[in-house]
């Protein structure tokens, strides 16, 4: 058996990929980079000075071979819906634990479908573990915590950046063609894209925010509660 050491960022060349081998490294860690472009990942690599391989999603039993030697990945490459369902396949064939900065309905789905596999071969296969999933889901948990009679929840997230990846904006159009989803009474179910659209006071100014329109964030899965998350 292959021994397992360390954890792969894959999708290291882009934006995203790239700010999070940068942290590892001032944090101390030596992840393995890896992407399917090698010029791109080899630069990024040699940069860090970290180790990297090659792998393209498309060549599953070369995704397997380079995942079985490493405990854990991070998938950082988008848009999520078409990469993350081969790599979750490839790490619970190779018994290599799962995560992945998306925050993509289908990604969810698609983690769930797999779930009962995941536990039988003790994979956690764990997506949307990004700033804008974390923030907002870690606030709603808190605050359903502290108002356990609450029935209505309403979550709003303003992030401002001068930089975003390109895959960044495929991933957003991709939540638009698919339509709208709320979570109501622990299930998702259809909304209208832009509907419930209103002003939103935040910390410093007030601002017109829209339901983000697939998202997954909501925490509580009791009866009768209903969270929803708006954007700017």
Request: with cysteine.
């Amino acid at each position: 058996m292959t021994m397992k050491t360390g954890w792969m960022i894959y999708g290291a060349n882009g934006y995203a990929g790239r700010l999070v081998a940068r942290e590892a490294v001032a944090l101390g860690e030596r992840p393995l980079l890896a992407g399917r472009s090698a010029d791109k990942v080899r630069r990024v690599a040699e940069e860090l000075g970290l180790p990297w391989v090659a792998v393209d999603l498309g060549d599953h039993a070369a995704a397997v071979a380079a995942l079985r030697g490493v405990e854990l990945v991070l998938l950082a490459a988008g848009p999520f819906d078409g990469l993350a369902q081969p790599m979750m396949d490839a790490c619970l064939e190779a018994r290599t634990h799962y995560t992945d900065l998306d925050n993509e309905l289908l990604v969810f789905r698609a983690a769930e479908e797999r779930d009962a596999r995941a536990r039988e071969r003790g994979v956690a296969i764990v997506p949307g573990i990004g700033f804008g999933t974390i923030a907002t889901g870690s606030l709603v948990k808190r605050v359903v915590a502290e108002m356990p009679e609450a029935t209505r929840l309403e979550c709003a997230l303003h992030i401002a950046s001068t930089h975003a990846g390109e895959a960044t904006g495929q991933s957003g159009l991709a939540a638009l063609r698919m339509g709208g989803r709320v979570r109501r009474g622990g299930r998702l179910v259809e909304h209208p894209l832009g509907a419930g659209r209103r002003e939103i006071p935040f910390a410093d100014r007030s601002r017109r925010a829209s339901p983000i329109p697939n998202c997954p964030k909501a925490v509580s899965r009791r009866a009768g509660r209903f969270e929803s998350v708006y954007s700017v």
